[in-house]
């Protein structure tokens, strides 16, 4: 079993900035992939940005050159620096990772999620 732990959420003002981490604890061979994704109230959840286990990158158009997404892979931890934040940001983020466990096989797990709120 694999656990997802996400800290950083909170109230921001507008052009202010917050950063996401998320931690993976359990029994993991190896992480694939993690990224984060956010879903606002009344609308579907959407990639925010992910990073894969080489250190590519892919960002959702309406976050790039704002948002950062790194990854400790030491730590089993993947982070979310975000920046110039807008109202339009405020949401629910969660960290999803597809991680192979020691048994060989592939699974995605997701966190419980983090409250984002932009506002003044």
């Known amino acids: 079993q694999v656990q997802l732990v996400e800290s950083g959420g909170g109230l921001v003002q507008p052009g202010g900035s917050l950063r996401l981490s998320c931690a993976a604890s359990?029994?993991?061979?190896?992480?694939?992939?993690m990224g984060w994704y956010r879903q606002a109230p009344g609308k579907q959840r959407e990639l925010v940005a992910d990073?894969?286990?080489?250190?590519?990158?892919n960002y959702a158009d309406s976050v790039k050159g704002r948002f950062t997404i790194s990854r400790d892979n030491a730590k089993n931890t993947v982070y979310l620096q975000m920046n110039s934040l807008k109202p339009e940001d405020t949401a629910v983020y969660y960290c999803?990772?597809?991680?192979?466990?020691?048994?060989?096989?592939?699974?995605?797990?997701w966190g419980q999620g983090t409250q984002v709120t932009v506002s003044s």
């Open positions: 990073i894969i286990s080489g250190g590519s990158t």
């Open positions: 359990g029994s993991i061979f190896s992480i694939n992939a």
């Open positions: 999803r990772s597809s991680i192979t466990m020691v048994d060989g096989y592939e699974y995605d797990y």
